[in-house]
T-cell receptor, first 119, second 112 residues
Framework: EAGVAQSPRYKIIEKRQSVAFWCNPI?????LYWYQQILGQGPKLLIQFQNNGVVDDSQLPKDRFSAERLKGVDSTLKIQPAKLEDSAVYLC?????????????????FGPGTRLTVL | KNQVEQSPQSLIILEGKNCTLQ??????????LRWYKQDTGRGPVSLTIMTFSENTKSNGRYTATLDADTKQSSLHITASQLSDSASYIC???????????FGKGNQVVVIP
């Protein structure tokens, strides 16, 4: 089974420039997540999609970050304009919908991430 | 305050030795707890998942424990190998939603 694919793997830009990341989840996974992981920290959820609808974007800085999943499969995350503090690894993850006898959360499968450096 | 606290932040161990990583959480109502391994430059990979009724679960040389009463979990690595060098992240899920609470990770370095 192919894993979560992300591109590019690395990106270096100057502040105030724009950047976009792409994610292709595991086939059949309806739920897709974008996380920001700053060095030395755990991942922080930016946005969660269920198919092509947004479930949770409460921690997404909407003045500069946007994400879409138009056909319920691939997703893109955009930053415009970038700031120095946006330097981080951006992880995409996918899972099947939550369910099970205890409201079980299904395992999230992570992609390799995109390392963004803003100069 | 972070809902998931891990300790130690980092440790260095000799190849072949054992180590134990700790995770304390305040997430409620509790659904499950996962330990993820994140190699440098890679995304996290799930090692184990613990539900409320499980106390111990093993995955090869990794053994996770859970005490839901004290809201503590540990990950024990037996006979460490160089490939165990990674960040180990404790992730806790609340009942009824898909939002995860991540710890900052335990950075483990295994030296020969």
């Amino acid at each position: 089974e192919a894993g979560v694919a992300q591109s590019p793997r690395y990106k270096i830009i100057e502040k105030r420039q724009s950047v976009a990341f792409w994610c292709n989840p595991i086939s059949g996974h309806a739920t897709l997540y974008w996380y920001q992981q700053i060095l030395g920290q755990g991942p922080k959820l930016l946005i969660q999609f269920q198919n092509n609808g947004v479930v949770d974007d409460s921690q997404l800085p909407k003045d500069r970050f946007s994400a879409e999943r138009l056909k319920g499969v691939d997703s893109t995350l955009k930053i415009q304009p970038a700031k120095l503090e946006d330097s981080a690894v951006y992880l995409c993850a996918s899972s099947t919908p939550a369910g099970g006898p205890w409201g079980h959360t299904d395992t999230q499968y992570f992609g390799p991430g995109t390392r963004l450096t803003v100069l | 305050k972070n809902q998931v606290e891990q300790s130690p932040q980092s440790l260095i161990i000799l190849e072949g030795k054992n180590c134990t990583l700790q995770c304390n959480y305040t997430v409620s109502p509790f659904s499950n707890l996962r330990w993820y391994k994140q190699d440098t430059g890679r995304g996290p990979v799930s090692l184990t998942i613990m539900t409320f009724s499980e106390n111990t679960k093993s995955n090869g040389r990794y053994t996770a424990t859970l005490d839901a009463d004290t809201k503590q979990s540990s990950l024990h690595i037996t006979a460490s190998q160089l490939s165990d060098s990674a960040s180990y992240i404790c992730v806790v899920s609340a009942y009824g939603n898909n939002r995860l609470a991540f710890g900052k990770g335990n950075q483990v370095v295994v030296i020969p």
